[in-house]
């Protein structure tokens, strides 16, 4: 199959090919999705083909206007209308009761479906044309997800009929995903929005056992997603947790062969290894925007190892921290000790 790459301003060609079942990658303002008709269950099919996931694992519908998610559920509550109305656009999934016309394909069984409405422009043009869209990140499954049209075209070229190349994407992690068919509704990804901001809205909160820790053996996991190995680069990830200072010592002892270090700024001189720049130690947003795009940078360069710091678990860290955490195997090396 050839992989048309099209302009921001070609949504209505975007939506010729939603509408006849095929698959389009878009730009969101947190990494490109891989879309298709969220009504119509054999090009939901598509999607998993062309990605290469599991079928148990379900997709984010993505709708253009609020006034779209009562065909898709069958409660919309208070709660989530008020998470909706402080939130949407922006990076925000709600998990609520679905409602008939959803798919399988789309829920993975499930009787919830996830719904977000994006802040990019260009997504929500092509939903206004076409329809809601059922949309996971547009990577190979297990690979970093894409936050730049590039990223996308290196792992599905081929497999897709059309990429929209849209620019970086801003915030660089995946949506918060709450679901409120459980009560108190519980935090199952963290994203762009905090769980204290969360909290500020509507209360409590709880955070699910699979953001902060591996699932235990034989334990179901909430939200499929999180029981698969995700975020991994190919590269080996060591997290380090200490100060600059015991950051830059430890890594230049070792000397390791291959190595490549996602440092800060305050790193930057200190280290005798290459460097991937995060930004500056507290700017949490940079982290976020740029975690991906750097495990793919460290894979490009054919880097053996990955030297990273590891995030704090509160606020605006949390997002990072739940996905390098995973890629390092939930193992961090604590330099205080
Ligand atoms: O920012 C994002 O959310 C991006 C962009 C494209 O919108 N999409 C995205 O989709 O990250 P995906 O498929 O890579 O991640 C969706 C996560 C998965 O962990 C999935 O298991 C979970 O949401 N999920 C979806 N529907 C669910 C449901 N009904 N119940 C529980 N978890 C659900
Ligand atoms: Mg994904």
Known sequence: ?????????????????????????????????????????????????????????????????????????????????????????????IILPKSEIIPDEVSA????????????????????????????????????SPTNARHVAQDMNGRIDAI?????????????????????????????????????????????????????KGQKAASPGMKYKHYSPKANVILLRGNSGLFADYINARRTENAVVLCYTEDLGFLKLPCIPMGKS??????????????????DGGFATVYAHCPGTKGEELAVYNRIIRAAGFEVVDLEK
């Open 282 to 299: 507290n700017d949490y947003a940079q982290h976020a925007h740029k975690l991906f795009a750097s495990l793919r940078i460290a894979d």
């Open 164 to 216: 929209i190349e849209g620019g970086e994407c801003e915030v660089g992690v995946e949506s918060t995903v709450i679901t409120l068919a459980t009560d108190p509704p519980r935090l199952l990804r963290p994203g762009g929005i905090t769980v204290e901001q969360l909290r500020e809205v509507i209360g409590e909160v709880e955070i699910d056992d699979a953001v902060l820790h591996p699932l235990a």
């Open 1 to 93: 199959m050839k992989t048309l790459m099209l302009k921001a301003d070609q949504t209505d060609q975007a939506a010729k090919i939603i509408k006849n079942g095929g698959l389009v990658a878009i730009p969101t303002e947190t990494v490109y999705g891989l879309a298709a008709d969220a009504l119509n269950g054999k090009a939901v099919a598509k999607i998993f083909e062309a990605k290469g996931r599991p079928m148990d694992n379900p997709l984010i519908v993505h709708i253009a206007d609020v006034s779209q998610v009562d065909r898709l559920v069958s409660e919309f509550p208070p709660k989530a209308q008020k998470l909706a109305r402080t939130f949407w656009p922006g990076p925000l999934t």
């Open 109 to 144: 069984g499930l009787d919830t479906v996830a719904i977000r409405l994006p802040l990019h422009k260009t997504a929500r043009e092509l939903i206004a044309k076409s329809s809601p869209l059922a949309a996971p990140s547009a990577n190979l499954s297990g690979s970093p």
